[in-house]
Structure formats: C-alpha cells, structure tokens
C-alpha cells in the first residue's frame, strides 16, 4: 500500500503534468463547439472529446468542464501505467499522447515499455511511430484493403510530444 507520502507526491507530480500537458492537448486538438468527424472518423466536439457526443452544439464552459473532467482522468489512467517517480514532462507527453490515441493505447505502446525498461530518450523517440492513420477503401475487386497513411500533422503533434518528454530524459 502507497504510503501518504507517496500519494502526495504522485498527486503533485500529476497536478504538474496536467499544467503542462493541458495547453499542449488544446493546441493539437483544436477546438468546435459543434460535433464534427476526426481524421479517424470518430465523432468529436470541443477539444477531442469522443465520449458521448451529442448532435448539438456545446457551450463554452460545457467544453472546459468535459475537457478538465476528460484530462484529469486520462492523466491518473497514464500515471498508473507509467513507472512511479517518471519524470514530469515523461508524464506529461504521455498524458498528451494518451488523450489523442486512447489511455490503452499509449500503455500498451512500445514507447512505454521502453519507459518501463528505463530508456526515457527511447521511448519518448517511440512516440513518433504513432504518425498515421487507418484508411479503408475498395480496391478493383471490391474487396475492403486497410492501409495506413503518414498526415503531417499527427507527425508534428509526435514531433512536439517527443519534444516536451525529452526535457525529462537529461
């Protein structure tokens, strides 16, 4: 069991991984108060939420309250599945890569693993292999083919992502 200390300190290190991660995932996210489709196609509103989205449009303060709610439980989901003690900005990226790839994904990803492994640099450089996106169409013969194509902008968020997890491999 996690002694008093311990949780306070994984609580203050959380609360400052949220304080870094929280404009990172609002500037690549982007920001709609009315529902539309991602790059994924996965119905989406305010800054990414896909959760229980309603055709209609959000306010202001619904899309900060659903996006503090959606952050704070991603960030405590990537926290339990990071080794204790990571540094800040580590949590932090993951925190960011989570919120746009699912919780699940960013902890069964390689780039945890090599988190766990203690390789921060290699990790965080892990993150850049999450660039693409699934794209399903018919070829010839009818037949649906799956491929999965490079978008700049993913790669730039994992650019940016992998950025702000190396100031904690030094």
């Known amino acids: 069991m996690a002694s008093a200390k311990q949780t306070a300190g994984g609580a203050a ?5 949220l304080t870094l991660s929280g404009p990172a995932i609002q500037k690549w996210e982007g920001y709609a108060n009315d529902p539309y ?16 989205v309603q055709e209609r449009r ?9 996006f503090r709610n959606s952050q704070a439980e991603h960030g405590r989901e990537i926290q ?31 780039a ?33 083919v799956t491929n999965y194509v490079v978008k700049q902008g993913l790669a730039n968020r994992r650019a940016a992502e992998r950025a702000l997890c190396l100031q904690g491999a030094a």
């Open 13 to 17: 290190a959380l609360a400052a991984a």
């Open 37 to 52: 489709w991602d790059l994924a196609h996965v119905r989406t509103v305010c800054w990414g939420e896909t959760r229980g």
């Open 58 to 66: 959000y306010s202001d303060a619904e899309c900060l309250a659903m």
């Open 80 to 110: 339990a599945c990071l080794p204790p003690l990571v540094p800040t900005p580590v949590l932090a990226a993951f925190i960011v890569f989570g919120y746009n790839v699912g919780v699940a994904n960013a902890c069964r990803s390689t």
């Open 112 to 144: 945890a693993r090599r988190i766990w492994a203690g390789d921060v640099t290699s990790g965080c450089n892990g993150l850049l292999a999450w660039n693409k996106v699934r794209q399903v169409r018919r070829d010839a013969s009818g037949a649906f």
